[in-house]
C-alpha cells in the first residue's frame, strides 16, 4: 500500500510540473473510501490552476475522477479507492464513547475520525440531505434516524414519517420511536404538518421541548410540487421557529431545484449533507456554495457536509437488512431505552 502511494504522489507531482506547476505532495490521508494527498505548491499558484488539471490527474492515477479543493492553506487532491469498503453503522457505534443525546452517527471523515451531528445545537437544528440515484441518500437518512433510536429513549425522542414512495425509510417504520404511521399522500402531508405546526405553537406557549419531535421526508421537491404552497409554508414555519420547541425537520431530496432549496434557504436548513449530484450547477444550488465538486462525489455514500459555508468530506454509514434486524429486535424484547442508551 505505501509504494502505491508513493507512485501515485510522483505521478501527481509529474503532472503538474508537465503544465508548469512545480508541487510537492508532502502528506495525506487514507480513509475506507478515499486517499487524500495534500500539495505544496509555489506561493502564488492559483487553486483554480490545479483544480483545472483534474481531468489529467485523474487520467494518470488511472481514476474516474479527482476531486482538488482548498483545505485552509492546503491543496488537497482526493482520490476514490477501488478497494473501498462500507463503513458499518452499528460497528462504528460499538466503538463510540458515551454521545450526547439527540444525536446522530453520519459517518467518518477524511481523517478517519467518526463524524456525530447534534440535532438541538443551534449550527444543527434541521438537516437537508440531497443527493442523486446511487448516492447514498436514503441511506444517510435512515442511519441517522436508526441511531437517534439507538441513542436515545422513545420517550425522550419520537418521529413522524412522510413517505410517498412507501419504500424510502426501510424498517424504521418499525421502530417504538413513531408517533404515528408513516405518512404516505401529499394530502395527509400537508394537514399532519399543519397539525406539527400547531404543536409547535403549543410547546412555545407552555416552553417546553420534550419529546424531541422529528420531522423525517423522503423527496421533498416532489412532496411540495404536489402538495405546493401549504406545504412549503408549514416547512418554512417549523424549520425558522422548531428547534426551540424541539422540533426538528430532516428531509431529503434527489431533485435539488431551486424553486424549492430557494425558499427553504440556508438559514431554514443549516446543516446539508450532499450526495453526488448531475452538474455543477445542482452542486451549488445543493451546497449554496459554488465549487464544492459535489458533481465529482463516487456516490455509495460519498459526501459533503456544509455547515456555514465550510464543507467536509466524509462517508456515510451503511446500515442493512441484517443490521436493521438487530436494532429492531431489540426493540420487540421491550429495550426501550435504546441500545446503546443506558
Not at 46 to 68: D, I, Q, T
Not at 100 to 114: C, K, N, Q, R
Not at 187 to 212: C, K, N, T, Y
Request: hydrophobic share 45%.
Amino acid at each position: 500500500m505505501r509504494r502505491q502511494l508513493e507512485m501515485q504522489a510522483d505521478r501527481i507531482e509529474s503532472v503538474l510540473a508537465s503544465h508548469r506547476v512545480p508541487a510537492r505532495v508532502w502528506g495525506g490521508s487514507v480513509t475506507p473510501r478515499t486517499v487524500r494527498f495534500q500539495l505544496t505548491t509555489a506561493i502564488g499558484t492559483k487553486v483554480s490552476k490545479v483544480a483545472g488539471l483534474a481531468e489529467e490527474l485523474a487520467l494518470a492515477l488511472g481514476a474516474k475522477a479527482v476531486r482538488v479543493y482548498r483545505n485552509g492553506g492546503v491543496i488537497s487532491v482526493e482520490v476514490s479507492r477501488p478497494d473501498s469498503e462500507p463503513v458499518m453503522l452499528l460497528d462504528l457505534m460499538r466503538k463510540l464513547p458515551p454521545v450526547p443525546p439527540f444525536s446522530a452517527v453520519l459517518g467518518i471523515d477524511e481523517e478517519g475520525v467518526p463524524m456525530l451531528v447534534r440535532l438541538n445545537s443551534p449550527d444543527v437544528a434541521h438537516i437537508l440531505v440531497v443527493g442523486r440515484t446511487g448516492s447514498g441518500k436514503t441511506v444517510m437518512v435512515r442511519s441517522i434516524l436508526f441511531s437517534l433510536a439507538a441513542y436515545n429513549p422513545a420517550y425522550k425522542l419520537q418521529m413522524v414519517l412522510m413517505d410517498p414512495k412507501g419504500k424510502g425509510f426501510g424498517g424504521v417504520h418499525f421502530l417504538p420511536h413513531l408517533a404515528m404511521p408513516p405518512v404516505e399522500t401529499p394530502e395527509d402531508a400537508a394537514d399532519v404538518l399543519d397539525r406539527l405546526v400547531d404543536e409547535m405553537v403549543r410547546r412555545d406557549d407552555e416552553g417546553i421541548s420534550l419529546p424531541r419531535l422529528v420531522i423525517a421526508i423522503d423527496e421533498l421537491a416532489e412532496l411540495t410540487m404536489s402538495a405546493g404552497k401549504r406545504v412549503i409554508s408549514a416547512l418554512e414555519r417549523l424549520t425558522q421557529r422548531g428547534r426551540e420547541a424541539g422540533v426538528h425537520v430532516i428531509a431529503s431530496t434527489q431533485k435539488p431545484t431551486a424553486a424549492v432549496l430557494g425558499s427553504l434557504g440556508k438559514a431554514n436548513f443549516p446543516l446539508r449533507l450532499v450526495g453526488a449530484v448531475v452538474s455543477p450547477e445542482e452542486a451549488k444550488v445543493a451546497t449554496g456554495l459554488a465549487g464544492t465538486g459535489a458533481e465529482k462525489l463516487g456516490g455509495q455514500g460519498d459526501f459533503l457536509l456544509v455547515n456555514r459555508g465550510e464543507t467536509i468530506r466524509f462517508q456515510g454509514a451503511y446500515i442493512g437488512p441484517r443490521e436493521i434486524e438487530d436494532v429492531l429486535r431489540l426493540g420487540r424484547r421491550g429495550n426501550r431505552a435504546g441500545i446503546f442508551h443506558g
